[in-house]
C-alpha cells in the first residue's frame, strides 16, 4: 500500500541573493553534512532532523543500501548540473529533455526521482504513466527563470496583447506563444491552449520555423536571451525583438511597438548564464590563443556572438567530449557540468570562463541527504515530494509538447 505524503503545492521563488549563495573564489564543492549546508543562506525544505547531521559517508551508504532493496520500483535522473556526490546514483544523466523521455520511456519503475529543478519533475510527470509518482528531493530546488515567469503574470500579459493584437485572420495568428521547456507547467498549458509550443534549447530554431509559419510574431518565454539569439540567427533584427517587463503596464511597450514587432521577449533571465561575459572570453584568448569558447544560448547576446560556438547542454556535451585530444575549451556553462567534463576528457584542457566557483543554486539545493530521505520513505511505503499536475494542466500542456515533437529538432 502507497501513501503520498502532503507535499508543498508550490515551491519558494529563487531570489537573486539566493542564486549566488554558493559562489566562491577558491573552486571546493565538497559535499558536508546538511546542517552545515543549512548555513548558506538559502531557503530549503524542511527534512527530518536525523537527516541533519548524517555524514556524506553515512548518506552515501543509505543511498547504495535502499538503491539495492528497491531496486528496479525506482529510476534515479540526474541532470548534468547535479553536484557529483548526488549524480553519482543517476541511473540516466542528461539534459531536461532528454531526462524527461527516459522518464517516458522507462515504464517499469514506479518511482522516478528527479535530481534536477522542479520544472523538469512537473515535465516528467506530464510524460509519465499515470501509476507512475515523480519525486523532486528537495521541494526548494525550483529555478530562477522560470520563476520569472508567474503564469497569473503572463495570463494578464496574453491578454493585453490579445487585446492589442486581436487573434487574427484567414487562418494566421496575431501571435504565438512559444515557451522554453524551462517554465512551469502552467505557461506550457497555455502555450498548449493557445495555438502555441514548448521548445529547448536544441530546437529553438524550428519552434520559431513552426510559429512564423502560423502566425505574423511570436511570444517567446522566459528566456530573453535564447528568444533573441534565436531570432538573431534567423535573420531577424534586433530591432524588431521586444522586451515584455511583467512590472510595467502593458510590459513598459507602446500598442505601435507591438505591432512593429517580430517577436515579443519576455524579461527573463538564467543567473547562472548571464554570469558569463565577454570580458572572460577576451581574457581565455589572451591565455590561449588556441582556445576554443563554446557557450550555452542562455549567455547574453554580446557572449554568444563573440564565442566560437553555442548550444544545449547536450550540444556542449558531445562537442567537447568529440573535440581531438590536446585541445583548449573554455565552456560557459554550469560549473559542476564543466568539472565533470575536465575529469573526464584529461586528453583535454578544459576550463569553465568564469573564475569564480558558482554553481546553480537551486540544482545544489538536492543534497544527497534529501535523495537518502526520499528513497526511504519509498523503502516506507511513502511517497515524499511527489509532484502531480492537474489534469487540466496537464491535458492542455501535453498539446504544446505533442507540438514540440512534432517540430524535432
Ligand atoms: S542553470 Fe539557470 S535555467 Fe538551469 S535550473 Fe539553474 S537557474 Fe534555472
Redesign the pocket.
Known amino acids: 500500500m502507497i501513501s503520498i505524503s502532503s507535499t508543498p503545492k508550490t515551491i519558494i521563488p529563487?531570489t537573486e541573493l539566493e542564486?549566488s549563495a554558493f559562489c566562491q573564489v577558491e573552486g571546493n564543492l565538497r559535499t558536508k553534512t546538511l546542517e552545515e549546508e543549512f548555513q548558506s543562506g538559502v531557503r530549503w525544505q524542511k527534512v527530518p532532523t536525523r537527516y541533519l547531521k548524517l555524514t556524506p559517508e553515512q548518506v552515501e551508504a543509505g543511498i547504495k543500501y535502499a538503491r539495492k532493496e528497491i531496486g528496479t520500483k525506482a529510476v534515479v535522473l540526474g541532470?548534468h548540473?547535479q553536484r557529483e556526490d548526488v549524480i553519482q546514483f543517476a541511473d540516466f544523466r542528461g539534459d531536461?529533455y532528454l531526462l524527461s523521455k527516459h522518464a517516458a520511456e522507462t515504464k517499469e519503475a514506479k518511482w522516478i526521482i528527479f535530481c534536477?529543478?522542479h520544472?523538469?519533475a512537473e515535465t516528467a510527470d506530464l510524460l509519465s504513466d499515470d501509476d507512475q509518482h515523480v519525486i523532486l528531493p528537495n521541494m526548494a530546488a525550483?529555478?530562477?527563470?522560470?520563476d520569472m515567469a508567474a503564469s497569473d503574470d503572463v495570463e494578464d500579459a496574453w491578454d493585453d496583447l490579445m487585446d492589442v493584437l486581436g487573434e487574427g485572420e484567414n487562418g494566421q495568428a496575431e501571435i504565438i506563444p512559444i515557451t522554453y521547456m524551462?517554465s512551469t507547467a502552467a505557461i506550457k498549458a497555455l502555450c498548449g491552449r493557445n495555438g502555441g509550443l514548448v521548445c529547448t534549447s536544441s530546437n529553438a530554431d524550428a519552434a520559431y520555423d513552426w510559429a512564423l509559419a502560423r502566425g505574423k510574431r511570436i511570444l517567446f518565454l522566459p528566456?530573453q536571451h535564447l528568444g533573441r539569439n534565436t531570432g538573431l540567427a534567423k535573420g531577424i533584427p534586433a530591432e524588431d525583438m521586444v522586451v515584455w517587463n511583467p512590472f510595467r503596464p502593458m510590459g513598459g511597450l507602446s500598442e505601435e511597438q507591438l505591432h512593429n514587432s517580430k517577436v515579443v521577449l519576455w524579461q527573463g533571465h538564467?543567473?547562472?548564464?548571464t554570469r558569463f561575459t565577454v570580458k572572460q572570453i577576451e581574457e581565455a584568448r589572451r591565455n590561449d590563443p588556441d582556445v576554443n569558447v563554446v557557450v550555452h544560448p542562455?549567455c547574453v547576446r554580446e557572449v554568444v556572438d563573440a564565442a566560437d560556438c553555442n548550444g544545449s547542454t547536450e550540444f556542449i556535451r558531445k562537442t567537447v567530449e568529440g573535440a581531438p585530444a590536446g585541445t583548449s575549451w573554455a565552456i560557459g556553462?554550469?560549473i559542476n557540468m564543466v568539472n565533470r567534463l575536465r575529469d573526464g576528457n584529461p586528453d583535454k584542457r578544459i576550463f569553465c570562463l568564469d573564475p569564480v566557483v558558482c554553481p546553480?543554486?537551486?540544482?545544489y539545493r538536492i543534497h544527497p541527504a534529501y535523495v537518502l530521505w526520499v528513497l526511504e520513505g519509498i523503502m516506507a511505503g511513502v511517497g515524499i515530494n511527489v509532484v502531480q499536475v492537474d489534469a487540466e494542466t496537464k491535458r492542455d500542456a501535453l498539446v504544446a509538447l505533442e507540438r514540440m515533437l512534432e517540430v524535432g529538432g
Do not use: L, P, R
Not at 538564467?270 to 548564464?273: A, G, I, K, Q
Open positions: 529563487i542564486q541532470h548540473y531536461s534536477g529543478v520544472f523538469m525550483g529555478c530562477s527563470m522560470a524551462n528566456d538564467c543567473s547562472v548564464h542562455e556553462t554550469e546553480c543554486a537551486t540544482m
